[in-house]
T-cell receptor, first 112, second 115 residues
Framework: QKEVEQNSGPLSVPEGAIASLNCTYS??????FFWYRQYSGKSPELIMF????GDKEDGRFTAQLNKASQYVSLLIRDSQPSDSATYLC????????????FGSGTRLQVQP | DGGITQSPKYLFRKEGQNVTLSCEQN?????MYWYRQDPGQGLRLIYY???????QKGDIAEGYSVSREKKESFPLTVTSAQKNPTAFYLC??????????????FGQGTRLTVV
């Protein structure tokens, strides 16, 4: 089982809709979770991170964390064509290896 | 401007040749990382360093070597032992204090191709 699992997509949504991106993880000791956006050929850029159960909102983005279910998601409201990219979920364990572990990413396509 | 600089942006390696990828940061971060990304894949950890003169292997360290002689610099050498080095290489840095809740900042990447 991979430490961080994401559906590779593509996830296709119409412009203005809500895009829902999901990520599951296997290590219950994982402390914090990060969502990065990566455009083709570019380096990842942070959208937001979350470490407490519940929701965290930042503009059009909402991260949701459920540690009991080992599940983290990212909602993008009012999706725009410029949101079309690959979204990488990453976690930080906090013990043992002190580095981010990434999922393989979900490709999002927002149709105009 | 503070940030992470990777060079070169594109690099071509002949079979059996060692090449070194540069990564420099002026963010005063203690921790630095090297990741490899293959097409359609996520990032895989090669090596990381939490402090000068110390580094640890990641998931795919075989065929790679690093050094951390200065806080600002974390060069990665791709040796001839790495049989399939063609990939996109990303360097990142992160503060150590409060590190669980701080983001990793990435350089612009080096695209390495074997010719």
């Amino acid at each position: 089982q991979k430490e961080v699992e994401q559906n590779s997509g593509p996830l296709s949504v119409p412009e203005g809709a809500i895009a829902s991106l999901n990520c599951t993880y296997s290590d219950r000791g994982s402390q914090s979770f990060f969502w990065y956006r990566q455009y083709s050929g570019k380096s990842p850029e942070l959208i937001m991170f979350i470490y407490s159960n519940g929701d965290k909102e930042d503009g059009r983005f909402t991260a949701q964390l459920n540690k009991a279910s080992q599940y983290v998601s990212l909602l993008i409201r009012d999706s725009q064509p410029s949101d079309s990219a690959t979204y990488l979920c990453a976690l930080y364990r906090g013990t043992g290896r002190r580095a981010l572990t990434f999922g393989s990413g979900t490709r999002l396509q927002v149709q105009p | 401007d503070g940030g992470i600089t990777q060079s070169p942006k594109y690099l071509f390696r002949k079979e059996g040749q060692n090449v070194t990828l540069s990564c420099e940061q002026n963010l005063n971060h203690d921790a630095m990382y090297w990741y490899r990304q293959d097409p359609g894949q996520g990032l895989r950890l090669i090596y990381y360093s939490q402090i000068v003169n110390d580094f640890q292997k990641g998931d795919i360290a075989e065929g790679y070597s690093v050094s951390r002689e200065k806080k600002e610099s974390f060069p990665l050498t791709v040796t001839s032992a790495q049989k399939n080095p063609t990939a996109f290489y990303l360097c990142a840095s992160k503060p150590v204090l409060g590190t669980a809740n701080t983001e990793a900042f990435f350089g612009q990447g080096t695209r390495l191709t074997v010719v």
